[in-house]
């Protein structure tokens, strides 16, 4: 708990907006009839709330249910600083990009632990196929210089060959 305090702080001085919370590739829905991004729709909006758009734009480009290569995510999240940037002189990518990680970091060390509740009490092995992009999306947050003591941490703790999915017998 004490590793997570000051990034939990970080994330909580940030501004809000704004966000959908479930924000990932099955909860978007091509509209071939309308043009542009409105071509673009979104579902599953109901537990939208005020946080920063850091982590929606994470939940996207770390998808978790679909793997996101490392290069894609990097070259999105270059195009989403550069238009908001375009739009909001202030912008400071840098505090965004501390931000990005932040989140990054609490939402896949989350669905680590979804992905064996629901294998461990509901009965649901398939999730299971999910762990170890979960761990690759962790690892890539931790590269953060503020998540350093996060990374040794969960080194420590969980070794590479306890990162595959594979469960002990």
């Known amino acids: 708990m004490a590793l997570w305090a000051p990034v939990l702080d970080r994330l909580l001085a940030l501004p809000g907006g704004w966000f959908l919370r479930d924000y990932h590739s099955p909860n978007l829905?091509?509209?071939?009839?309308?043009?542009?991004?409105?071509?673009?729709?979104?579902?599953?909006?109901?537990?939208?709330?005020?946080?920063?758009?850091?982590?929606d734009l994470v939940s996207l480009l770390q998808d978790?249910?679909?793997?996101?290569?490392?290069?894609?995510?990097?070259?999105?999240f270059a195009h989403y600083c550069a238009e908001v940037a375009a739009r909001e002189p202030s912008f400071d990518r840098t505090a965004f990009a501390a931000a990005y990680a932040d989140f990054?970091?609490?939402?896949?060390?989350?669905?680590?632990?979804?992905?064996?509740?629901?294998?461990?009490?509901?009965?649901?092995?398939?999730?299971?196929?999910?762990?170890?992009?979960?761990?690759?999306?962790l690892e890539r947050n931790l590269r953060a210089p503020a998540l350093g003591a996060l990374r040794s941490w969960y080194d420590r703790h969980f070794p590479p060959e306890l990162r595959s999915g594979k469960l002990p017998e």
């Open 29 to 55: 829905i091509w509209l071939p009839e309308r043009a542009g991004i409105a071509r673009v729709g979104i579902i599953d909006f109901q537990d939208a709330l005020n946080e920063h758009a850091a982590f």
């Open 104 to 137: 990054g970091a609490q939402r896949n060390t989350r669905l680590l632990g979804l992905w064996l509740r629901l294998l461990r009490r509901d009965g649901k092995p398939q999730y299971i196929q999910n762990i170890p992009r979960t761990w690759g999306y």
């Open 64 to 76: 978790a249910r679909t793997t996101v290569p490392a290069a894609l995510e990097a070259e999105l």
